[in-house]
């Protein structure tokens, strides 16, 4: 077997198996996102969720459109300064997540601890408490990455994106294909030569 004939199988076997890996993690993410749909609660994974800030609220810190990463903390963990993801009681908002600075000492209340919070762009604190059995978590980092990535993916992006892959896969699919069309042909030729 010639090298480049190695280094193709070798390269299927490689894709193979990240085809596989890709859609048994697919599946999961896919599994967990639905669960987390039907309990009405945003998604975790090992203790992380990714939102999308979609209000100006908390600019300049976190712009709109911006992906956050949360880490699920225990609530006695949160203290002021902090910037928390929580599912708010405020009517406006209808118990949808929010994601808002705590701005001061969290506060005993009757059902335990409660947190004053404001989003960074607000000149008031919000009118209701977020509460520590409705936390989501706290805000890690923003992820520009991602933000871009769908970003790029928005309107004609996505063919900045898509092509480059499908003419890699067809290299890969091809390619290949070829190699193995000349191979038998050079075969096919040298048994006429010995058959004459």
């Not at 709109?64 to 880490?71: A, P």
């Not at 609530?75 to 118990?95: H, L, V």
Request: aromatic share 8%; hydrophobic share 45%; glycine share 8%.
């Amino acid at each position: 077997m010639s090298r480049i004939a190695k280094v193709i199988k070798i390269t299927k076997r490689a894709l193979t198996v990240l085809w596989w890996a890709a859609t048994i993690l697919l599946a999961f993410v896919l599994v967990g996102i639905i669960g987390s749909k039907l309990k009405g609660e945003v998604p975790q994974f090992f203790g992380y969720s990714v939102l999308q800030i979609v209000s100006g609220s908390m600019e300049d810190t976190i712009p709109t459109g911006t992906y956050i990463l949360v880490k699920k903390v225990d609530a006695s963990e949160i203290k002021k300064d902090d910037i928390i993801c929580f599912y708010s009681d405020d009517q406006a908002i209808r118990g949808f997540p929010n994601t808002h600075r705590v701005v001061k000492d969290p506060i005993q209340g009757e059902n335990g601890l409660e947190f004053v919070t404001q989003g960074d762009a607000n000149s008031e604190a919000d009118d209701v408490t977020a509460k520590a059995d409705r936390l989501i978590g706290r805000h890690v980092k923003n992820m520009d990455g991602l933000t871009q990535f769908t970003k790029a993916l928005e309107g004609n992006g996505m063919f900045m994106i898509l092509v480059p892959l499908m003419l890699a896969c067809m290299v890969l699919v091809v390619l290949p294909m070829f190699i193995r069309a000349k191979q038998e042909e050079t075969k096919d030729a040298s048994s006429n030569d010995d058959n004459r």
